[in-house]
Structures are given as structure tokens and as C-alpha cells.
């Protein structure tokens, strides 16, 4: 039965988990995700370091699914949400819904912070004040054999920055370099 609400749950997020991120493997080819990736391609014209997608998460839409590429190759993936940008209540319930789906998947995460700036005054406060109030990032962070997976909730400027990044846990494997 567990085995079986795992399945449900994969198929319920309307993500296409691969072995690492989306459709792909650290290291695809760009050539090879823009054949495969089956989703609404939104990638500016002649743009050669990332390509985006429309996505659907959890029933959130107007995700914007994210490849990011070295050389032509993936070095990085992400989910951008533009939904609740500017209703601090919502954006928490969206970061929480996101966190239940993801740990449904991986499990507990391996962090969960609450960063806050050292001079707001009302630490113990409402959550989505701060938030509004630029005092609170949200933080979550899974681990996989190959992926890290950090959730953050940030205000910018008045506007509620909600994302999940997917990077290599070693990102040297990807293209034999010292780094990015």
C-alpha cells in the first residue's frame, strides 16, 4: 500500500521526475531536452544558457520549469513560481504544500531554516508578516544520491520569490572542470 500512495503521489505533483531533474540526467544535452521535454517551451529566441518551460506542480500553475546549461550540457535545473507574488498568506501555504509534496517523495528534508535578518524585532511573530516585511527567508533542503533540492521563500522588492533548485551534488562529474 505504501508503494502504492508513493506511485499516487508521483503521479498527483505533475513533475517528470527523471534520474536527476525533469526529463533529464546531470550532463543531457540541451539538443536532447529540447526533443524530449514535452511541456510548453517559453525559452527566449536565441538563447543558449537556459531553456524554460510552462509546468504544472501539485495543481499550481504558471510554473515556470528551468534547465540551466554549461557547454551545452545541464548543470542545473529549478521550478519558478509566479502565482502568489504578492499575498504573503498564499505563498507560505504554496511553500508548505511544495515542502509535503517533495518530502512525500525524498523524505524528511535534511533542513529546514528560518533565516532571519538579525534586526527584525518580532522574531516570534506571524511568519507571513515577516515574510512581508523582508525579515524571514523560508529554507528547505533535500538530498538525494546525485541532487540537492533547496526550496526558498524570499520577499524581493515587495514581490514573493518562490523556487525550487535542483543542482548536482557533484557538479565536477558533469564536465570534468573544477566547478561551474
Not at 525524498?106 to 511568519?127: F, H, R, T
Amino acid at each position: 500500500m505504501r508503494v502504492c500512495g508513493f506511485f499516487l503521489l508521483f503521479w498527483m505533483s505533475g513533475i517528470a521526475w527523471a534520474q536527476d531533474f525533469g526529463v533529464a540526467v546531470w550532463g543531457q544535452s540541451r539538443q536532447w531536452i529540447m526533443e524530449n521535454e514535452t511541456n510548453l517551451d517559453l525559452t527566449p529566441p536565441d538563447e543558449e544558457n537556459y531553456l524554460v518551460y510552462q509546468a504544472n506542480i501539485s495543481g499550481i500553475q504558471n510554473v515556470r520549469l528551468v534547465y540551466w546549461f554549461s557547454d551545452g550540457l545541464l548543470i542545473k535545473g529549478g521550478f519558478l513560481f509566479t502565482n502568489v507574488r504578492t499575498d504573503a498568506i498564499a505563498a507560505v501555504n504554496q511553500f508548505d504544500k511544495i515542502a509535503k509534496t517533495i518530502t512525500g517523495i525524498y523524505g524528511q528534508p535534511d533542513e529546514s531554516n528560518q533565516l532571519w535578518q538579525e534586526d527584525y524585532p518580532n522574531k516570534n511573530g506571524s511568519i507571513p508578516i515577516a515574510l512581508f516585511d523582508d525579515g524571514l527567508i523560508l529554507q528547505t533542503v533535500w538530498h538525494t544520491s546525485t541532487t540537492i533540492i533547496r526550496q526558498q521563500l524570499a520577499n524581493k522588492e515587495g514581490k514573493f520569490m518562490h523556487q525550487l533548485i535542483y543542482s548536482p551534488i557533484n557538479p565536477n562529474i558533469l564536465t570534468g572542470k573544477e566547478g561551474f
